[in-house]
């Protein structure tokens, strides 16, 4: 873990470099005004020396203009050498992330993802930029502070130093339970904000279960839970804020005290006491920052744990080496004694299972709910990796032919459109980002949705809402439609494509998909009857494997599976069937 994150250092070494240079300029600046400040007291006013007076002012100011120089390069420089860490880190994150299969999907939720790149990359980058120069800062100044007030007076020095040493200790030792109430404070938040991205995006479901008050008193529940978290980080910041105050009162108390005390007894001179005052100011500040050193390591490493852990995870589903791409293909998928399953620890969805499919063959996949067909869908584009037998394009393993390849000659629709946040032009464009207007247009038509985009006040630059909002179901599947129609795949998944749409809808949407479906393989999984009628062969599935197969009429005529299915589902009114 250590070893990726300082991998990441190596492109901006040359920042890092100066930054830990300058830091070092202001904590050997920080060393030496009290020394010239003791000798101020102890030589040049006694001797009202004016001369040494001006001149030992004009250097302490030179060094001062360094400094100040300097902490501009660290505050701005140190901060941008983070932020290219950040940005190097997020750029690996989401080139991994689109690597990632859909099992990883299936198992995180999107807010948690989410998290990775914002909350826990910021907290890395502030690592990677205040973590050495702080702890490098802090070790110069305490060590040099040391060694020079050794050679002023050595029982002064180990006293202040042991005062020094009891309020790290003390401090380190609160700063423990402070983080924990921070990051339970963290969770109780984290949960908080979960329930209420649930609640705003179930909004109409509580509605139409009319269960205002029950989420009303969820969500007051994890506001309280909030709330006393809070208190308790409240609490134990108050108790380190009043510990770590009366611990430094007593540390200044001392020297005034006890330096008093040596200067009564002539061991050491005023200007040697201004020393060791001015030093234990100045020192203050890497005590702090050492204290804030170790927050930011924790908040740091657990990023860092989690930033791993997502890196590790294994893509699985790559391009073999020898992957080939495709050219022109005919279409003809093979699924050959297929074996599948989810997870290790699930039961089979589909085993021993065996169908060929023509070149512009039109097959409707049916059977109950649950029974795999969006599996089989998901299989052909590699979604999911097989665990037995072979899955074939035109004759070709699909394990052998390049990713993006495969995916180009593949177009699904199913019932979840997608519309992301842009024109309606963007939206189509997605099935081929370097299409001309024309060929856009050319799709809407094709999609039938070409004449309501021209009736909206700004045509294809009308902007779809976060999700399509405004446009209706059976208007945001034709849009994908259109998105397909630029696509131009050889082979079509249609999965319940029109299940979510009302008759109306679904007899326009009907019509595009079956110009789409035109001159295609195509694979129906479908739902109602009407979408049936216009494939070549139904395959019917039961227990992972084809129960029954052949044209409808067949199919009714053997009082089978399907038949059954029809029956129970039917009732004539052409609704929901299957599925
Ligand atoms: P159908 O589309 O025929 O209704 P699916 O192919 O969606 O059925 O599901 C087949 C089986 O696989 C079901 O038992 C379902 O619970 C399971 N399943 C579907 N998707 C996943 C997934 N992403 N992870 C684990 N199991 C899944
Ligand atoms: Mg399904």
């Not at 999907?105 to 989410?114: A, E, L, S, V, Y």
């Not at 999984?525 to 599935?541: C, E, G, P, Q």
């Amino acid at each position: 873990m250590i070893k990726r994150f300082a991998g990441y250092y190596k492109p901006h070494l040359h920042l890092f470099a100066l930054d830990m240079f300058f830091a070092f300029l202001i904590a050997g600046i920080d060393l030496v005004f009290p020394v010239l400040s003791r000798q101020i007291i102890n030589d040049f006013i006694p001797d009202q020396n004016l001369a040494m007076l001006v001149r030992y002012s004009l250097i302490a100011l030179g060094l001062f203009v360094i400094r100040m120089f300097s902490s501009y390069v660290v505050g701005y420089w140190g901060h941008i050498m983070g932020a290219r860490i950040e940005v190097d880190m997020k750029r690996d994150l989401f080139t991994h992330m689109q690597k990632l299969h859909h099992k990883f999907f299936d198992k995180n939720r999107t807010g948690q993802i989410m998290n990775r790149f914002t909350g826990d990359l910021f907290e890395v980058a502030e690592l990677a930029h205040h973590g050495p120069e702080d702890l490098f800062i802090s070790v110069v100044m305490l060590l040099g502070s040391f060694l020079i007030l050794l050679t002023v007076n050595v029982p002064l020095t180990l006293i202040v130093f042991s005062f020094i040493a009891i309020l790290i200790i003390f401090t380190l030792w609160r700063r423990v339970a402070m983080l924990k109430a921070f990051r339970a404070q963290k969770a109780r938040h984290a949960d908080l904000n979960s329930k209420l991205e649930n609640s705003v995006t179930g909004i109409r479901l509580a509605k139409a279960f009319s269960n205002e008050a029950y989420e009303q008193d969820r969500f007051e529940y994890y506001n309280r839970q909030y709330y006393e978290s809070k208190g308790q980080s409240f609490f134990q910041m108050s108790i380190f804020m009043m510990v770590n105050g009366f611990l430094t009162d007593l540390l200044n108390l001392s020297v005034i005290a006890v330096g008093g005390y040596f200067v009564f007894r002539g061991w050491i001179n005023l200007g040697d006491l201004l020393a060791y005052i001015l030093y234990v100011s100045f020192m203050l500040k890497p005590v702090r920052r050492l204290m804030e050193f170790t927050q930011q390591l924790q908040l740091g490493l657990s990023g860092l744990e989690r930033f791993g852990e997502i890196m590790d995870t294994d893509p699985e589903i790559i391009d073999a080496p020898d992957a080939v791409d495709l050219d022109e293909i005919r279409g003809e998928i093979e699924f050959d004694q297929v074996a599948f399953r989810y997870n290790p620890e699930d039961s089979d969805v589909l085993k021993d299972f065996t169908l060929k499919i023509k070149p512009g063959e039109k097959v409707a996949l049916v059977g109950a709910s649950g029974v795999g067909k969006t599996t089989i869908a998901q299989l052909i584009p590699r979604f999911y990796e097989i665990q037995e037998g072979e899955i074939r394009l035109d004759g070709r393993d699909i394990r052998g032919i390049k990713l993006s390849a495969l995916r180009e000659k593949i177009g699904i629709v199913s019932q979840d459109v997608l519309i992301f946040y842009g024109t309606i032009k963007e939206n189509i464009l997605y099935g081929r980002p370097d299409a001309t207007d024309d060929e856009v247009f050319e799709a809407a038509k094709r999609a039938n949705i070409h004449n309501f985009i021209l009736s909206l006040d700004k045509g294809y630059e009308t902007i779809v809402g976060e999700r399509g909002i405004m446009l209706s179901g059976g208007q945001k599947q034709r849009l994908s439609i259109a998105r397909l129609f630029l696509k131009n795949p050889e082979i079509l998944i249609l999965d319940e494509a029109t299940s979510a749409l009302d008759n109306e809808n679904e007899a326009i949407v009907q019509r595009s998909l079956e110009a789409l479906a035109d001159g295609r393989t195509a694979i129906i999984i479908a739902h109602r009857l009407s979408t049936l009628r216009s494939s070549d062969r139904i395959i019917v599935l039961d227990q992972g494997r084809i129960a029954e197969e052949g044209t409808e009429d067949a199919l009714l005529e053997k009082k089978g599976i399907y038949w059954q299915l029809r029956r129970l589902g039917l009732g004539e009114s052409e609704n929901v069937v299957f599925a």
